[in-house]
């Protein structure tokens, strides 16, 4: 998708560039499911082939280095290794414990979790925090009382003042 627009007026029409290019396709296509279908083992001709895909991603990117694990749930990692280069300044590879520092995607990752706790009907957006978590405390007991599960994803709390 190439748009020719503003920051401001992209992040404001997003909404519609995603309902078009989501489902604007040409004639004749049809999404890829994996539904029914049988998972491949990863063996070592698809190891190579994950490898050498990263490392093309990597170089293309411009991005020094990074991992990869993929534990299918089963309790055992059936594949971990380290790609590029541990930092700049050095040619050292990184292995499969290597810690990179990473961006700010907690909050993301948190908030699906939230959203499918509350598709579970497990809780609820209005539910209070405190109620999930009894030692959540703010500095103001009424701030504490008035958060609900919604302000955790959107850093924000309602405003509330005590009298004295």
């Known amino acids: 998708m190439i748009s020719d627009v503003a920051d401001a007026t992209g992040e404001k029409r997003l909404g519609q560039f995603l309902l078009i290019y989501d489902q604007l396709f ?3 296509y049809t999404r890829e499911s994996f539904a029914g ?17 990263v490392e093309t991603g990597l170089r293309e990117l411009r991005i020094p280095g990074g991992r990869v694990w993929f534990d299918p749930g089963v309790g055992k990692v059936v594949f971990a290794d380290g790609f590029g280069v541990r930092d700049l300044a050095g040619d050292s590879k ?18 699906l979790m939230l959203a499918k706790l509350v598709d579970k009907k497990k809780l ?14 703010l500095g103001n007991p009424a701030t504490t009382k008035s958060v609900l599960v919604k302000h955790l994803v959107c850093a924000c709390t309602p405003a509330t003042s005590v009298l004295a």
């Open 26 to 28: 040409p004639k004749g």
């Open 94 to 111: 990184p292995d499969a414990d290597t810690l990179f520092m990473i961006t700010s995607d907690t909050k993301a990752l948190t908030t």
């Open 37 to 53: 279908k049988q998972a491949l083992m990863l063996d070592a001709p698809r190891i190579s082939e994950l490898s050498r895909f």
């Open 124 to 137: 609820d957006w209005d539910t209070p925090v405190a109620t999930l978590l009894p030692s959540f405390k």
